[in-house]
């Protein structure tokens, strides 16, 4: 039977219209628990597991079989409690879930996670839609009183359902009045910390339930921060046009020092120093105000060493403050400050880090350093000292008092030894987010059966390519072969050209468990000694990828081409291939490069390199950008797999030609996957930089008497075209390295979410422009290509490619995890180059791109790393001197200023407790402290001269 209820408010809406909202329950008695994610039963059957009871975690509190039921603070504040390995058998209500989603949406999904694991035992309780367990609010009773004691009711229900099964349930709850009242009523009912000790063969389950409040971070009586203003009184403060609201985003290497982007400034907003910051951490969303304009400064702040502002002997008063060590610009204009009023919502998530050396063997308390430089440290309470002691460990934000310098938290656990490379690797997946974890059995269920043919029924719905003269060019050593080419000359004198990307859409089906598996990774990441896939290997480097001799599906995009590189007609198609060869870069160079071979294959590369440098030029002609990266090529051991030689990547003509035609094929498919679906398109768009983040770059580039236009895309490019200086060879390219971070992030996004004039693509001058050629590592990539296959008629609509909110929901987590993807890559070279160093020390000449108050950066070309170079030290005679109207370094007869060649020392420097770091030291230019003085005053009026001109 089922018993039918109802519920009635009022709500105004923004037009100031009055409705009436009225909400239908349903409750019945039959209804379904869900047991172990995914399997159902009704309530009449039992949902014990009794193996998985069996091997349940022996409990001092409570020696017999029980679940567990945590309510819905525990499951906020104790999610890692949850997740660890030795606590099985939980119970789930679906009041706490439903809380836990309003609440915290990356605790939910994390519960949502461990019902899936079978390990678990986890059960789901619909309370809220049956007879017995469903409560109607009180009058006079908060929401959070009514949902108490709907989760009360719910345990004594659930105990009453256990019990012919001689099974308990422990109702797990750090509310006191909720636990007297539970324990009323004689339920089972404890603290997540109570029940973690009665876990004796698992004590560190103490220091995960411990309580950051219970850390104290200084003296209580001293107050260290600002109020946070109310969300009432911020949300009057928006209205008022008082206060702002946005993200705060930390600098990359100082947490106290960072901006706000507000979109109805259409601007940043500098947050400087730790006051003003006021408790504020990376990715929190905040409320801001405004300072006085005479307070505004501009950009950057000072580099914080590793090591800086510890003081090991008073874990409370650990962070000086940095308010005094703010560096102002190199910009001319003032830009915006704020301060931190209000938190609007927390970001924390789990960090990885090491602990500092205790100050005492007995201390309880201590400091946490997190790997990421944007994250202040964090005061913990453990009990496991020195196990804990050089060690990668996880550390979770519980608070942050006002009282206290430093954030409170708690250990989640033990990655490994600092140092160890797996364990190092793993801490970077882990802070960049990148999901690494084996695919599930769900997610292998969905791929083809072996051995794979290609039917009959298939090869009808596809155009034959087999014949023609097809190759791919790709890194050594690649096995994900996501494109190859053809080109061959028609009777007309024209060329057909034909790029061929996987098909790898005909393997995912959109819902499926592959399909939802590829969407939550987004991209396939690449450490320098491993690949971390999008798709299992059975796709990315066998069924997918377009090896050669062996028969493929793939999706084709035919032109004809003249000889001057024009496009006369587009086609695509769903097709079959079989590649005739797979080179490398350097194999196909120097095939292109032998006159004496005139093979089919050779003519073939001979024949789109010239087409790719017309098709190039034409790009440049147009306004395209040719940029710069230090990237860097690893020579790995292959027993070890550690580097034993690491040199700058060496890009060859090769490298343009794929790219030249890739880009062709993206151009093409983005015009017409619009022209049929114009608010459904997945595209990729690069906005144009505002001019003011180049002003730093324009006044360094201007010392060097090189002039920048950053006017439009095609000034700034007739500009890095002409920048040369004498004597710095590698001048050219250095600058088109930092006009590269002058850029705006390019992002994917659906056609009908913005307006037609923000498609434009600045970088590569492209009206329009998508991702279809890399499907094997990029989900963006399938979207269009399901896209491009409805537009043909190959295939049919998706209901979910037809949803423009959905689809650009789709897309920003790509742009996410596209953006990690990135950063994870940059910090597996950093890590990779450490091991490298260890135990040598080199002397190689360097760049200066960047001057700071206290450092300047140095990009080592050899070697593709850039660094700090500190210069507050006392080695220093006299110490350098910061000139922000350069800007510029001074000590003696030296004057340091970006682009500067330099010569410097480059070593691993070993530290106790912590992971070694690469360090730089100042070999030339030699100081001079009597020296040459005046020749140096008069250069730096020189400069000065030149600047104010």
Request: hydrophobic share 35%.
């Amino acid at each position: 039977p089922i018993m039918k209820t109802s519920r009635s408010f009022v709500k105004k809406t923004r037009k100031g219209t009055v409705l009436k909202v009225v909400r239908e329950h349903y409750l019945r008695d039959d209804v379904w628990t869900c047991w172990k994610g995914d399997e159902r039963t009704t309530l009449e059957e039992p949902f014990v597991d009794k193996d998985a009871l069996q091997s349940a975690p022996s409990s001092n509190l409570f020696p017999f079989t029980h679940f567990i039921l945590p309510d819905t603070n525990v499951v906020l504040h104790h999610i890692d409690f949850l997740e660890f390995h030795a606590i099985g058998n939980i119970v789930l209500l679906e009041t706490v879930l439903d809380e836990a989603r309003h609440r915290n949406v990356s605790a939910y999904k994390r519960l949502r996670t461990l019902l899936d694991n079978k390990d678990k035992n986890g059960v789901v309780v619909s309370n809220e839609h049956h007879r017995a367990t469903c409560m109607q609010r009180e009058d006079g009773e908060s929401v959070n009183d009514r949902n108490d004691r709907a989760i009360r009711v719910a345990t004594g229900w659930c105990e009453q359902q256990l019990d012919p099964h001689n099974c308990r349930v422990v109702l797990l709850t750090n509310d006191k009045k909720n636990k007297e009242k539970a324990l009323a009523r004689n339920l089972l009912a404890c603290t997540a910390q109570e029940y973690a000790a009665s876990l004796s063969a698992w004590p560190e389950l103490m220091d995960i339930t411990s309580s950051g409040d219970a850390c104290d971070g200084g003296n209580a009586q001293t107050e260290l921060f600002r109020e946070h203003t109310s969300l009432a009184k911020l949300h009057e403060g928006v209205k008022a046009g008082r206060m702002y609201q946005g993200t705060f985003h930390a600098k990359r290497d100082n947490y106290s020092d960072g901006h706000v982007t507000v979109s109805v400034l259409k601007t940043q907003v500098l947050i400087h120093g730790t006051a003003n910051v006021n408790r504020a951490v990376d990715c929190d969303v905040v409320g801001i105000e405004l300072l006085a304009q005479e307070e505004w400064s501009s950009t950057d702040a000072p580099v914080l060493a590793e090591d800086e502002a510890a003081d090991k002997d008073d874990v409370g008063e650990v962070e000086t403050s940095t308010d005094d060590k703010v560096e102002l610009a190199l910009s001319s204009s003032r830009k915006p400050c704020g301060k931190v009023v209000a938190i609007v919502k927390r970001n924390w998530r789990p960090y990885c880090g090491t602990l500092l050396s205790a100050s005492s063997k007995t201390s309880v308390r201590r400091l946490f350093v997190p790997a990421d430089r944007k994250i202040p440290r964090i005061v913990i309470e453990t009990r496991q000292g020195d196990s804990l002691d050089h060690k990668r460990i996880v550390v979770s934000i519980d608070s942050w008092p006002r009282t206290s310098r430093n954030p409170h938290g708690h250990f989640v656990r033990v990655l490994g030894t600092v140092g160890d490379k797996e364990t190092e690797n793993e801490v970077l997946l882990l802070e960049h987010e990148v999901p690494h974890q084996p695919f599930s059995q769900a997610v292998l269920r969905d791929l083809p059966a072996m051995p794979w043919i290609i039917s009959k029924e298939e090869l009808k719905t596809r155009t034959d390519y087999r014949h023609l003269c097809i190759c791919s060019v790709d890194p050594p050593g690649c096995t994900d072969i996501d494109d190859a080419l053809h080109c061959r000359t028609l009777k007309s004198g024209n060329c057909e050209v034909g790029v061929h990307i996987a098909d790898v859409s005909h393997f995912i089906q959109s819902g499926t468990a592959l399909d939802k598996e590829a969407a939550n990774r987004g991209t396939t990441v690449y450490l320098v000694d491993k690949r971390i896939d999008m798709v299992p290997e059975l796709l990315s480097s066998n069924l997918c990828s377009l090896r050669p001799n062996e028969d493929r599906l793939a999706m084709s995009c035919i032109w004809e081409i003249t000889p001057t590189a024009n496009i006369v007609s587009t086609q695509f198609c769903r097709s079959v291939i079989r590649s005739r060869h797979a080179f490398t870069y350097a194999e196909a160079q120097l095939r292109i490069d032998d006159r004496k071979v005139d093979d089919e294959v050779t003519e073939c590369l001979r024949s789109l390199n010239k087409l790719a440098k017309l098709l190039k030029q034409k790009r440049v002609d147009k306004g395209a950008l040719l940029l710069a990266s230090p990237e860097v090529k690893f020579t790995l051991d292959e027993a070890t797999h550690d580097p034993i030689e690491l040199e700058a990547k060496q890009l060859r003509e090769t490298n343009s030609m794929v790219e030249e035609f890739m880009l062709l094929a993206n151009i093409s498919v983005a015009q017409r996957i619009y022209q049929e679906f114009p608010e459904y398109a997945v595209l990729r768009r690069h906005p144009q930089p505002p001019p003011s983040n180049f002003e730093p770059l324009i006044k360094a580039a201007s010392l060097k008497g090189v002039s920048l236009k950053v006017d439009s895309g095609k000034a700034l490019s007739e500009s890095l075209a002409q920048a040369e200086v004498p004597g710095n060879e590698y001048f050219c390219t250095l600058i088109r390295i930092l006009s590269t971070r002058c850029m705006m992030q390019a992002l994917y996004f659906c056609a009908g979410t913005e307006p037609e004039a923000e498609y434009y693509h600045y970088g590569l001058a492209a009206d329009i422009y998508t991702h279809y050629t890399s499907p094997i590592r990029r989900y963006s990539d399938i979207m269009v290509h399901r896209l491009l296959t409805a537009a043909i008629d190959a295939d049919v609509t998706h209901p979910d490619m037809l949803n423009a909110h959905r689809v650009q929901e789709v897309c920003n987590h790509l742009n996410h995890r596209h953006r990690m993807g990135q950063y994870a890559g940059r910090a597996s070279v950093q890590l990779s180059a450490q091991l490298f160093f260890k135990g040598k020390t080199v002397t190689e000449n360097g760049y200066i791109t960047s001057v700071r108050k206290n450092a300047v950066y140095v990009l080592i070309p050899h070697y593709g790393i850039e660094l700090p170079l500190y210069l507050d030290q006392p080695s220093f005679t006299p110490p350098f001197e910061y000139d922000e109207t350069v800007p510029s370094q001074v000590s003696g007869n030296v004057c340091l200023c970006t682009f500067d060649r330099i010569v410097v020392s480059l070593m691993l420097e070993e530290q106790d407790n912590m992971p070694g770091r690469l360090r730089l030291q100042l070999v030339e230019p030699k100081i001079k402290t009597a020296e040459s003085l005046g020749a140096v005053e008069q250069s730096r009026v020189k400069k000065r001269k030149i600047l104010n001109s």
